[in-house]
């Protein structure tokens, strides 16, 4: 009944900027939190940005002072501005969400995955 749709990903050098973007819909009664994760080839999801529904956001360390997560509260978008890609950065970006349904059930919603690759 919810579903996360990201788009965003691609290629770039090293140095470069992306910008990420998920949109929840679905039967939506309100989204306590949005966040991005990433996963390299053979490493574990970790967390990479997270936002509040009162717009409190976290950052990774390895991310600090160039990614920016924001939301449009309207569009039920989240978005992941990432700038001075290194090839580290380089990885399947996954949106995630706790999303309240119109049943008032909470659900932890995940997006299907964009690739980002940053070359050196």
């Known amino acids: 009944q919810v579903q996360l749709v990201e788009s965003g990903g691609g290629l770039v050098q090293a140095g470069g900027s992306l910008r990420l973007s998920c949109a929840a819909s679905g039967r939506i009664f309100s989204i306590n939190y949005m966040g991005w994760y990433r996963q390299a080839p053979g490493k574990q999801r970790v967390s990479v940005a997270g936002?509040?529904?009162?717009?409190?956001?976290n950052y990774a360390d390895s991310v600090k002072g160039r990614f920016t997560i924001s939301r449009d509260y309207a569009k039920n978008t989240v978005y992941l501005q990432m700038t001075s890609l290194k090839p580290e950065d380089t990885a399947v970006y996954y949106c995630n969400a706790q999303i309240v349904g119109v049943t008032y059930m909470t659900a932890n919603c995940w997006g299907q995955g964009t690739q980002v690759t940053v070359s050196s």
């Open positions: 936002i509040t529904s009162g717009d409190s956001t």
